[in-house]
């Protein structure tokens, strides 16, 4: 018999690794699981007003969002639990270096295989909540996740959080092929 619950309605989030500049260049980096893909080209987060990311984010209209990895996920981690407002040089306590992204005004984390660089479109404050809504403006992958050219999943370590048990779980293999495997109701 199914039972109502209360915590965890949403599953699987992702884990998302924020990047943005300061007003003096500075990098910061924080973990998101409220995110997702709008359509084709526009991604959304939803950030708390409180956080660096947040006034970096109003600042420069520019962003980078990289996937947490499983071989990183103690610096993933570190940068959802501690504030650049707080700790100046947070990168760097965690062992992330960045390159400055040659699309936006934000830094892509060398560490981290695939990142998408994000300009945006539309910002909603609401309460302590700020809805970023942005277009994809470019992507960016190291050779060794790729396959002929294209990012290839299977290579690049993905995690999810899963909320109620509060820790990062491993994405799985693939179990079907996508848009084929119900063709054999048609
Ligand atoms: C797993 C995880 C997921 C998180 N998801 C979000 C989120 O979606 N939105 C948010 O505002 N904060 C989220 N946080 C909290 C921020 O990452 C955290 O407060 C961070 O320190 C903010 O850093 P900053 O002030 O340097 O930007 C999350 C933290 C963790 C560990």
Redesign the pocket.
Known sequence: MKQSFEKGFFAP?P??I?G?YDANGVP????????GQIGMSQIS????A???????IKLNKEFTVAYATAEHIAA??Y?????????EN?LDKCGFTVTRSDKVNAPVIDQLPVTIECRVIDIQEEFN??RVVAEVVGLKADETVLTDGKVDYSKVGLVI?D?VS?S?RAVGESVAAARSVGRKYE
């Open positions: 989030l884990v998302l924020i943005t910061d980096a924080m973990n998101a699981a409220w995110g987060v939803s950030l708390s409180s956080h660096r990311t947040t006034d970096n993933c981690d940068v959802g639990i501690v504030s650049g407002k707080n700790v947070k909540e700020t959080y909320t509060k990062y």
